[in-house]
């Protein structure tokens, strides 16, 4: 099990017939049309009539169906037949951890030069090309916690690149620069280049692994290497970086990373724990929506409770736990208010556990699949990473037109909605704010959810806001 090297701290608060057919996985929207970013996400199937719908989107407790393709690795995404490494632990799950490196591919990462030479070989992103360059983040982030380990030989020069623009070509304006690079004359490792130089007291170049923790707050980052702080550093410029892309530098040698993992920090939670306070039945509803041990329950349906808060950008994570086999149920998000007639007209974040064949890889939910972290009807999951009868962890990130999701820390989605704009995201692209809504999908509805929280990505389309 990896062990993240941290200091001590605490996380910042982490109508019947009618209506099943307008549910989600049970209603029916145009063929989407919408494409991945290259290998970081797959465009979904054309959507399929209800009445097939029925056929092949199995009710709690029955069987799964036949021999499906691999859904993801159909549309030219890398997904290993291997089993992934074990990312967390379940306290380091609760703490909200996700893997920005899955230990097998560089899905979700974009190489800013060809020719730098990134890769994986035995669990480690590796780059010793001939020119300098970025592996970067495919989507950008304000508030984080950053863990990683690095092993860089003497003579070599790397960093870790926070709030980065795409291309940065000033590290006093385009980002922070956490530089790693022992012989640098001005600026050592645990320095900030161009921005601010400490000593060299935790030297790097000797071919070992060292940790890292970065913490990034607003304009403020505090750095440790092997637990302990070398670096605090407030951005009091003119136009302070707080928000930008994460990246891992080759700028000369031999250098190695592994155990890349990000914690969203800044958190408010959407539920109590004891009540609906913020939430709301949406009319028509026939799910019993009640609040038992900490977390809310869903019996029957259809039916939705959705927030009474709106959000545009944002990253959500929750806790949830499906209570027989193969039960459906999903968040929708940026949803149109609800109504008896249109109870959920938004993005839907897949809950469905079930795959095919013993594989994973092959979910087994509706049509050729799509799996739990999935955007239903969009694009599916890389792997089906949870089960059901047992607590289960997902974070999305949801920041224009792109999505991305991980369960159980695992990075499932990452994907980019090209659709022309439309209010309602059954039919195109949306970015306006929209509700947050949890479904009962059928009679057979039975989950729980607990520890559900947000915070809003500064700069993003829409902050929240209350109707």
Same mark, same amino acid.
């Given at each position: 099990m990896p062990h993240l090297f941290l200091p001590a701290m605490h996380r910042t608060a982490f109508a019947g017939l009618a209506l099943l057919l307008l549910c989600g996985c049970g209603g029916t929207d145009p063929a989407p049309e919408s494409k991945g970013t290259g290998t970081s996400g797959a465009a979904a199937s054309p959507d399929e009539s209800e009445a097939a719908e029925k056929k092949s989107s199995p009710r709690s407790g029955q069987a799964g169906s036949t021999a499906k393709p691999i859904p993801a690795a159909a549309a030219g995404i890398d997904v290993p037949e291997a089993e992934p490494p074990t990312l967390f632990t379940a306290e380091q799950l609760a703490e909200?951890?996700?893997?920005?490196?899955?230990?097998?591919?560089?899905?979700?990462?974009?190489?800013?030069?060809?020719?730098?030479?990134?890769?994986?070989?035995?669990?480690?992103?590796?780059?010793?090309?001939?020119?300098?360059?970025?592996?970067?983040?495919?989507?950008?982030?304000?508030?984080?916690?950053?863990?990683?380990?690095?092993?860089?030989?003497?003579?070599?020069?790397?960093?870790?690149?926070?709030?980065?623009?795409?291309?940065?070509?000033?590290?006093?304006?385009?980002?922070?620069?956490?530089?790693?690079?022992?012989?640098?004359?001005?600026?050592?490792?645990?320095?900030?280049?161009?921005?601010?130089?400490?000593?060299?007291?935790?030297?790097?170049?000797?071919?070992?692994?060292?940790?890292?923790?970065?913490?990034?707050?607003?304009?403020?980052?505090?750095?440790?290497?092997?637990? =302990?702080?070398?670096?605090?550093?407030? &951005? /009091?410029?003119? +136009?302070?970086?707080? @928000? %930008?892309? !994460?990246?891992?530098?080759?700028?000369?040698?031999?250098?190695?990373?592994?155990?890349?993992?990000?914690?969203?920090?800044?958190?408010?939670?959407?539920?109590?724990?004891?009540?609906?306070?913020?939430?709301?039945?949406?009319?028509?509803?026939?799910?019993?929506?009640?609040?038992?041990?900490?977390?809310?329950?869903?019996?029957?349906?259809?039916?939705?409770?959705?927030?009474?808060?709106?959000?545009?950008?944002?990253?959500?994570?929750?806790?949830?736990?499906?209570?027989?086999?193969?039960?459906?149920?999903?968040?929708?998000?940026?949803?149109?208010?609800?109504?008896?007639?249109?109870?959920?007209?938004?993005?839907?974040?897949?809950?469905?556990?079930?795959?095919? =064949?013993?594989?994973?890889?092959?979910? &087994? /939910?509706?049509? +050729?699949?799509?799996? @739990? %972290?999935? !955007?239903?009807?969009?694009?599916?999951?890389?792997?089906?990473?949870?089960?059901?009868?047992?607590?289960?962890?997902?974070?999305?990130?949801?920041?224009?037109?792109?999505?991305?999701?991980?369960?159980?820390?695992?990075?499932?989605?990452?994907?980019?909605?090209?659709?022309?704009?439309?209010?309602?995201?059954?039919?195109?692209?949306?970015?306006?704010?929209?509700?947050?809504?949890?479904?009962?999908?059928?009679?057979?509805?039975?989950?729980?959810?607990?520890?559900?929280?947000?915070?809003?990505?500064?700069?993003?389309?829409?902050?929240?806001?209350?109707?």
């Amino acid at each position: 099990m990896p062990h993240l090297f941290l200091p001590a701290m605490h996380r910042t608060a982490f109508a019947g017939l009618a209506l099943l057919l307008l549910c989600g996985c049970g209603g029916t929207d145009p063929a989407p049309e919408s494409k991945g970013t290259g290998t970081s996400g797959a465009a979904a199937s054309p959507d399929e009539s209800e009445a097939a719908e029925k056929k092949s989107s199995p009710r709690s407790g029955q069987a799964g169906s036949t021999a499906k393709p691999i859904p993801a690795a159909a549309a030219g995404i890398d997904v290993p037949e291997a089993e992934p490494p074990t990312l967390f632990t379940a306290e380091q799950l609760a703490e909200g951890w996700v893997a920005l490196f899955d230990g097998q591919t560089l899905f979700g990462w974009e190489a800013s030069h060809p020719k730098t030479g990134w890769r994986v070989e035995d669990g480690t992103i590796i780059a010793d090309g001939t020119e300098p360059g970025l592996l970067l983040t495919s989507f950008e982030i304000g508030d984080f916690d950053l863990s990683c380990e690095c092993q860089l030989e003497a003579g070599g020069n790397s960093g870790v690149f926070l709030h980065t623009t795409r291309n940065p070509s000033d590290p006093s304006a385009d980002c922070w620069e956490f530089n790693l690079c022992d012989t640098h004359e001005k600026f050592p490792t645990g320095s900030m280049v161009a921005r601010k130089a400490v000593p060299l007291d935790h030297p790097i170049e000797d071919g070992k692994w060292h940790s890292m923790l970065l913490k990034a707050m607003g304009n403020r980052l505090v750095a440790f290497i092997d637990g =302990e702080q070398v670096l605090e550093y407030e &951005d /009091d410029t003119a +136009t302070p970086r707080t @928000t %930008g892309f !994460i990246g891992l530098q080759m700028n000369g040698g031999k250098v190695k990373f592994r155990n890349v993992y990000l914690r969203p920090t800044g958190t408010k939670p959407l539920f109590n724990g004891t009540d609906l306070a913020g939430w709301r039945v949406v009319p028509g509803s026939n799910s019993e929506f009640e609040v038992n041990d900490g977390a809310i329950h869903i019996g029957n349906g259809p039916g939705f409770l959705e927030t009474t808060d709106t959000y545009g950008d944002f990253v959500l994570q929750l806790e949830a736990r499906t209570n027989a086999e193969r039960i459906n149920s999903g968040v929708f998000f940026r949803a149109q208010p609800g109504t008896e007639e249109n109870p959920s007209n938004g993005y839907e974040l897949q809950i469905h556990h079930g795959f095919a =064949e013993g594989d994973r890889r092959r979910p &087994d /939910d509706y049509g +050729t699949g799509f799996g @739990t %972290g999935a !955007i239903f009807r969009r694009v599916p999951v890389r792997r089906v990473m949870a089960n059901d009868n047992e607590w289960f962890h997902m974070t999305l990130l949801a920041q224009g037109p792109h999505f991305v999701t991980w369960v159980n820390g695992y990075r499932t989605v990452d994907f980019i909605d090209t659709r022309p704009a439309d209010e309602n995201p059954r039919r195109g692209l949306r970015l306006e704010a929209g509700h947050l809504s949890l479904q009962g999908h059928d009679p057979g509805t039975d989950i729980d959810f607990r520890n559900l929280e947000i915070t809003t990505i500064a700069g993003g389309t829409a902050a929240a806001g209350t109707e």
